[in-house]
């Protein structure tokens, strides 16, 4: 169980073009998704929080309006990164988790290699 | 402002028990410890959580100790498959700061 599906899994795109990223709990519903950004060799960097129907909550130094996030649903949240440019390019990798609980977890997705020409 | 401490690389043997260590020693009363492990290229993997007990499922087992500064986890019998990167997180909300890590890399 516990299953989250990102797709597409790798896209390049040219720069200047917009790209979406699906996010999907595949056997349970997700109140909250993350996303994160993770370029080679670092750790994993949170971006947003999205709740179910709300607008997303952006950490600190994350462009909103460059990075959007829709949550339209319980088990898909996605995330368009738009007019993208080489320095974009990175691993983007989405969580859910159900917030049941204080302690819940987060369950990652796969996630998406973007490169930026 | 890392809130934990982890050695950045350890080897082990295969079919050995494994023991990464982490410091957290402002950790506060309602954090949480959880334990992430990340296999290049992919998304991260829920391994273990625990508040202040002692915790075990079937991948592994975490013992915090009682003044809850420090915790291990240990993977009893590492497979070649374990190789990943390793995150110990504190966190008292559903927001995760992963540091570093330790690489653990199981050698045949």
């Known amino acids: 169980g516990a299953v989250v599906s990102q797709h597409p899994s790798r896209v390049i795109c040219k720069s200047g073009t917009s790209v979406k990223i699906e996010c999907r709990s595949l056997?349970?519903?997700?109140?909250?998704m993350f996303w994160y950004r993770q370029f080679p060799k670092k750790s994993l960097m949170l971006m947003a929080t999205s709740n179910e129907g709300s607008k997303a909550t952006y950490e600190q130094g994350v462009e909103k309006d460059k990075f959007l996030i829709n949550h339209a649903s319980l088990t898909l949240s996605t995330l368009t990164v738009t007019s993208a440019h080489p320095e974009d390019s990175s691993f983007y990798i989405c969580s859910a988790s159900t917030r049941l609980a204080i302690a819940d977890t987060q369950y990652f997705g796969p996630g998406t290699r973007l490169t930026v020409l | 402002d890392a809130k934990t401490t982890q050695p950045p690389s350890m080897d082990c043997a295969e079919g050995r028990a494994a023991n990464l260590p982490c410091n957290h020693s402002t950790i506060s009363g309602n954090e949480y410890v959880y334990w992430y492990r990340q296999i290049h290229s992919q998304g991260p993997q829920y391994i273990i959580h625990?508040?202040?007990n002692n915790e075990t499922n079937e991948m592994a087992s975490l013992i915090i100790t009682e003044d809850r500064k420090s915790s291990t986890l240990i993977l009893p019998h590492a497979t070649l498959r374990d190789t990943a990167v390793y995150y110990c997180?504190?966190?008292?909300?559903?927001?995760?700061?992963f540091g570093a890590g330790t690489t653990v890399t199981v050698r045949a």
């Open positions: 997180i504190v966190a008292n909300d559903y927001k995760l700061s």
């Open positions: 625990g508040l202040k």
């Open positions: 056997d349970f519903q997700a109140t909250t």
